[in-house]
Nanobody
Framework: QVHLVESGGGLVQPGGSLRLSCAAS????????MAWFRQSPGKEREVIGC????????YYPDSMKGRVTISTDNAKNTVYLEMKDVKPEDMARYYC???????????????????WGQGTLVTVAS
């Protein structure tokens, strides 16, 4: 059984940075594409980016480029999200997701992902 467990959420000050972790069990990161999404109340779940765990290639939407970094530690079966210059609009629940497809064609679409964590809440306030 696959489990994705996110951690690291909490209160972040505007202009600060955050680092989230996603510990995976029941699957081998090396064989999956791992992604981070987020969702705030009343909004659609949006992609932050994804990583092909086999070769480390990352994909980010233009809105996130330069501000986020996704990485993996395959030995720990863990995916990380780092974000800098956090803004109030970054406040959301952040989700880790896994796809059995090596870099889905529509990697930005939540429908391409087979497994999801429960999410970790990030609050942005001074």
């Amino acid at each position: 059984q696959v489990h994705l467990v996110e951690s690291g959420g909490g209160l972040v000050q505007p202009g600060g940075s955050l680092r989230l972790s996603c510990a995976a069990s029941g699957l081998n990161l090396y064989d999956h594409t791992m992604a981070w999404f987020r969702q705030s109340p009343g909004k659609e779940r949006e992609v932050i980016g994804c990583i092909s765990s086999s070769d480390g290639t990352t994909y980010y939407p233009d809105s996130m480029k330069g501000r986020v970094t996704i990485s993996t530690d395959n030995a720990k079966n863990t995916v990380y999200l780092e974000m800098k210059d956090v803004k109030p609009e970054d406040m959301a629940r952040y989700y880790c997701a896994a796809s059995v497809v090596v870099v889905p064609y529509r990697w930005w679409s939540k429908g391409e992902y087979d497994y999801w964590g429960q999410g970790t809440l990030v609050t942005v306030a001074s």
